[in-house]
Structure formats: structure tokens, C-alpha cells
């Protein structure tokens, strides 16, 4: 143990890797352990195996953290143009999918490359798998202690990632490693999750399984810890409950035991914009069944359903009652249902919680109690919306770690 590194970084995931890379590149000397068999499992099944790896408009306001403002120091010196540039410089052709979303056209692999590529060329050792078996500080070092042996180094990088998707290894040994240096540590909690509802709150609705639409959707509370959201975007159905990205964003948002609320209507486009009351007060449709008046603005399948759901189905719109026209709209542009949860670490895409901000130096992402303690990534308390902003978490905050080693 004759050696002392610069930096062992434990986790070889995205930004255990960008961070070594760049650290690498600068001159220092670093060590990357990973107790998984193959480096960037994460990376690999991400955007659908082609890698949403960031955003155009990354900017704070794309981050849920217990302190909002932690985020704007390290995305302001590795904006998502850096990456990009990066990204570029290796030939990976990508393309613009929605909102801002950067794909690599080919494979999610080319991202995996670039990163061990980047580590090559600053001469990062990597070793894997590799067992930690326990980190400990020592006078001005640090002790990590592995199944394969024990390494000095001056700083030690956590950068495990969150919770989800354990299958492929994920773990909360951040959090633990956090917690056994005094640092505080925000509940974690399964985000970017679809959520599931029981037969009584749900109804027919799981008959739809497959439908999409774009909806507006809005969760969680001024007073809840990240507070409330709106979203325009589409809703899937499933057969557990409620998917897509409009319900992936709310879920990140959404406080346990309170209601979700979707406009169904919220994002039909009509030139001149829509209007849920011109729809109904239209003397055209006086003639008209409900179902074919509501299937102009939605999916047969679904007009049909919610027709059946106010037990209007098959009755002329003149017929219809001004009660059950208000109790149509309701349901229509304020469906407010309780999701009875989300569908767990399994399905979830992040993390929300983590090593909280407070006790960590948003320069650096260093520890503000322990000199040569990083955290970086997933594991700390930043979460991303939907859309490559979690990746450029992962570049953003180890780029800042990796100039303070
Ligand atoms: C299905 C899915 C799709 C996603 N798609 C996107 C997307 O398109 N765009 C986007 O921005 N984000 C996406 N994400 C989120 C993104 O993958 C993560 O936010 C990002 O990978 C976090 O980077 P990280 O380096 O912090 O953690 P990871 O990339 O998860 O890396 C953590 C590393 O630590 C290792 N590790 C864990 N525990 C230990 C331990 N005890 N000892 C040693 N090593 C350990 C793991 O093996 C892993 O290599 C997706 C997530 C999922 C699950």
C-alpha cells in the first residue's frame, strides 16, 4: 500500500467516470472501483438504449432539491453546450427528440465509450468488481478497504448513484458512507416513477392499457419539500395504473396520499386555443351524442369511456343536464385522483432525496465537515425533470469535483 492516489472514486457510473476522466486529465492520479462486472449498466438501459445524455436548456429551474440553489454553481461552469461539444468531438451523432432532448442516433454504447475513453486518456486505473468493504479516514488520508486489498488516497469520490433498478446493482452505499461521516442524508425516495392507483379510483380506465394523449398535468403543494409542478406533456395507460412522461415528471413532485390533477383537454390544439365551455355551449353538437362530441377533441376509446364514467353514453348532448355538463367538464379538465403509489425502486428512473446540500460545498461537492470527501451524481440531493437533465447532473457535479482534487 505503498501508493497514494490523488483520488479513488467509488462507482464507475456516469459521473464516477466523467469525473475521473477530466480529474485524470488534469494530472492526478486516480483509482475508479466499482463492485459491478460490467461499468455503465446505467448509462447502457438510459433513453431507451440511445442515451437522452442532456439537455439544450439544462438550467436550474430542471432540479428538484431540498436547496434549489445548490445546482447553479456547477451547471454554470459545465453547461450542457460543454458535453455536447464533447459528445461532438468523438463523432456520436445525435438529434434533437422533444424540448430539448439530445439522443445518440446509434446506441447508448457510444456514450459508455466516450467515457472510458476520456478515463484512457488521463490514465485512470479502473478496477471491477471490486467489494468495498469499509472507508475510513486517517490522519490527512483516506483508507478504502477492498476484497482485492487496501488503497491510501488523499480524497475519496462517492459517486454509487441512487436506488433505482437495483437488479443491475445499484446500492445506497453513499448514503451510508454520508451517514458515517455525520453528513445528513434527505429520505430517499423512488422518482421519475409511474404511478399505480386501486380499481375504485381507476375504473374502466385500465381497459385503455396502451392509450397515449398529451394532457396537462400538475402534483404536489406549495408547502411539500419540492414543492408543486405543471406539465405539458403525454400520459400513457397502462394496466398498473399511469405512465408517460407527463406522469414521470408529477411523480417526482407528488406527496403521498394527496391527488395528482390531469386537464385531459389541457393540451388539444385548436387554432385560436380550446375552449372546454365553447365546446359544450356549440349549438352544432345540441344533436350530437356525448361520446362524439368529446371524441372530437380526444381518443374515440377514451370520449367513450368517460361518457360511460358520467353515465351519459348514448344520451343526445340537449338531453344532457347543466349538472352533469359541469360534472363532465370536471372530470375533463380536473380529474383529480389519489395514485394509491408509485411502482417502486424497480421502475423508478432517479432518486429523489440523497446526501443533503447543506453539508456539502456547492464549488466542489466536497464535504463542508471532511477535507478530501466528495460526493457526486445521483446520490446526492439533486434531482433532475425528465429529459437528460439528470446526466448533466452527473457531468456538471464531477467536472466540479474533479478541478477541486
Ligand atoms: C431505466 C433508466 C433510464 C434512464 N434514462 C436516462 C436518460 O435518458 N437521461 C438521463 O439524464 N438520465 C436517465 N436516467 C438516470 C441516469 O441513469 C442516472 O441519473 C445517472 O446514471 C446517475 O449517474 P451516477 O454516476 O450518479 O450513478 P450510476 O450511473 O448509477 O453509477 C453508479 C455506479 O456505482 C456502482 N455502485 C453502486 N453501488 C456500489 C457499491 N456499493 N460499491 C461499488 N460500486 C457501486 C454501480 O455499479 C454503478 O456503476 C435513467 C435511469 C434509468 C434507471
Partial sequence: MSKIWDAIIIGGGA????????????????????HAEILGEKIRISGGGRCNFTNLHSSPANFLSLNPHFVKSALARYPSKEFIKLVSSYGINYHEKHQGQLFCDDSAKQIIDLLMAECAKGRVAIRNPVVIESIAQDQEHWLVQTNAGSEKTKSVVMATGGLPVPAIGATAYSLDIAKQFGLSVVDPRPALVPLSFTADTFGDLYDLAGLSLPVRIASGSKGHRYGACRFNEDVLLTHKGLSGPAVLQASSYWVEGEPIHIDWLGAVEVAGGFNCDALFADEDNRTKLTETILASVLPQRLAKAFAEQKNLLGRKWAEVSKKDR????????????????????????VMLGGVDTKDLDGQTMMSRQHT????????VDVTGHLGGHNFQWAWASGFACAQAL
Fill in 326 to 349: 359541469q360534472a363532465l367538464k370536471e372530470l375533463l379538465t380536473n380529474w383529480s385522483v389519489k395514485p394509491a403509489g408509485t411502482l417502486g425502486w424497480k421502475k423508478a428512473e
Fill in 15 to 34: 459521473a464516477g467516470l466523467f469525473c475521473a476522466g477530466v480529474a485524470g486529465q488534469l494530472g492526478k492520479q486516480v483509482l475508479v472501483l466499482d
Fill in 372 to 379: 478530501g470527501l466528495f460526493f457526486i451524481g445521483e446520490c
